[in-house]
């Protein structure tokens, strides 16, 4: 039994079928066929129901499965954890809550670097940021840090060996649809919120409190509604009176239909970059680090005038 027949029943039960399989992995239906059936043999165990509709793992199949994704998971981290400083040259990925600057960064990354056979931009929950650099499948994590959440993100960093840097400051910002009452305000009080409902942008429920992307926990909300997308948010925002909060590093909100007001007396946040402690950059994330502060700082320039 080898890494590469737990790989191949893995594809198969993920696909369905053993031609699907074949084509995913880039070898021949016979070749595949044929490393299944002498592990089936080695293992003395039926692993997949052949039928007309394609592959279905038996009850021995599925326990295999299931212990085989554990093993391959963590080669995964290994692979990771040891890649070539070459292919470090030919793959750049990043993880990061979801922030509109990511996109710009990248397209001019694209340019800089058109070696790089691969360009991954991850964009997710707080958790699953973390979690992704841990696991070495990106290089850098994008977060914010906060008074609310900073002594349970830090001790999660020292526990998934995690190091961060602080890379800009901002303060908390209300997003509002273009109709809403507060629209012509130059800056909104909580109270002023008060009467209004809040949409928040779901996270991890069991974490809430701390993995949280909105940076207003109102408790006083009439009505809260809980995206998980944020089209579907911003699509609310335009066509109710509720209200969002965040970052308010958004190049150009009046084109997607929202506002950005500051919220006044807001505590200052930070955006921060985590990697892996000890591990040095490589020359593509340096570059992304720089040009991030760089457009940061800009962002700030323009808000200003």
Known sequence: MNI???RYVTAIANNGSFREAAKKLYVSQPSLSHAIKELE?????????RTSQGAVLTAEGTDFFQYAQQILSQVELLENRYATKNDQTKHFSISSQHYDFLSIILSDMIKAYPECEAFRIFESTTLSVIKDVEQYRSELGILY????N???LERMFNASE??????????????????HPLAKKTEISLAELAPYPQIRFSQESDYYTYFSEDLL????VPQVIHASDRATLT???QRTDAYG?????VEDGKSQGILLIPLADAPVSQLIVIKKMNRKFSDMAQYFVQHLQNYLRDFDRRGQK
Do not use: C, W
């Open 4 to 6: 590469q027949q737990m």
């Open 41 to 49: 043999q080695e293992l003395d165990v039926k692993l997949f129901e």
């Open 145 to 148: 840090l906060n008074a609310s």
């Open 150 to 152: 900073k002594v349970a």
């Open 162 to 179: 995690l190091e961060y840097e602080v890379i800009h400051e901002f303060r908390t910002h209300i997003f509002l649809g273009e109709n």
């Open 217 to 220: 926990d109102f408790p006083d």
């Open 235 to 237: 699509a609310i925002l």
């Open 245 to 249: 909060s965040g970052s308010g590093l």
